[in-house]
């Protein structure tokens, strides 16, 4: 399937198959895309909210293996248990939404898994990830204030470039993540896990504040 400049309004794709379908500059208004094969499917420049609405787009269960979204209003939209491996979601605005249960991983055993997502230059500002397996992926620029990460784990993930709330440190794991250009104010490392944690020289001040030291300049 592909489709440029359409616009759906309470069109219920729940349970087609839209593997490889392309949609370019198209609406999406109160549209169901619950359990929805949209594996490999490609957005562009696409809506799926109306302006001034707070009923979104529904993905409960879909699967999104390797499904692409850039340039996309994706604000207050429900992901709710969708397969999320592999998804692309470039300077999209996600905020407010819903990524409650869904996957970012492919379960090998119940405790061996790998991670695959690339979230680039988003705004999910007041997202729901909680609990989320966001590891090793890339995650940069993104902007997270408000966002539940509370049970999360980033381990390994660069999330260089990413603006955070002081509240959130602490509530996610993030040994080994790329912290470069990243405001640190309020992150405690008394508190939070740091091993392998990659961050830039004039970052140090704000780390080691909490613990009395002052940094001076060489």
Known sequence: MQATNQTFIDSNFSEDELQDAIFERCEFYRCDFSRAD??????INCKFIEQGETHACRFNYATLTNASFKHCNLSMAIFTGAKCFGIELRECNLQGADFGRA???NHITH???FC???ITACNLAYANLESALLEKCELMDNRW???TLIGASMKGSDLSGGEFSASQWGTFALEG???CRV???GLDPRNVKLEGVMINQWQQEQLLSPLGI???PE
């Open 38 to 43: 949209l594996s490999d499917a490609s957005f």
């Open 103 to 105: 996957c970012f991983a």
């Open 111 to 113: 405790k061996t898994f």
């Open 116 to 118: 695959s997502a690339y």
């Open 145 to 147: 204030h408000g966002a």
């Open 177 to 179: 993540c790329n912290l």
């Open 183 to 185: 405001e640190l104010e």
């Open 214 to 216: 002052i940094v001076t």
